[in-house]
Nanobody
């Protein structure tokens, strides 16, 4: 059973930065993309960013463009999300997800593996 574990969440003031990490283990099959989604209480889970595993091409939600940077380390099967200039509205539980086969990057239902989530809280 493939497993993803997130880390790096915490509480910061608006304008601060955090770097989230996603470590994969016991993974099988192919690799297509590693992504980050987030969900706040009472809201739907939303796409944040994704990176194509083979070439490193990155895709971002409009709400985080220019502030967040997604990357991956293929050799260590690691994914990262550098979050800068954080806003109160970024507060959410952040999930790492992995997609083994080509699919729609922004849809959470297209990802086969998920981490447990790491909480990011941005205070004003």
């Amino acid at each position: 059973q493939a497993r993803l574990v997130e880390s790096g969440g915490g509480t910061v003031q608006a304008g601060g930065s955090l770097r989230l990490s996603c470590k994969a283990s016991n993974r099988h099959g192919s690799s297509y993309a590693r992504a980050w989604f987030r969900q706040a209480p009472g809201k739907e889970r939303e796409f944040v960013a994704a990176v194509i595993w083979s070439n490193g091409n990155a895709y971002y939600a409009d709400s985080v463009k220019g502030r967040f940077i997604i990357s991956r380390d293929v050799a260590q099967d690691m994914g990262y999300l550098q979050m800068n200039n954080l806003k109160v509205e970024d507060t959410a539980l952040y999930y790492c997800a992995h997609r083994q086969y080509p699919g729609q990057l922004i849809l959470s239902t297209e990802y086969e593996h998920w981490g447990q989530g790491t909480q990011v809280t941005v205070s004003s």
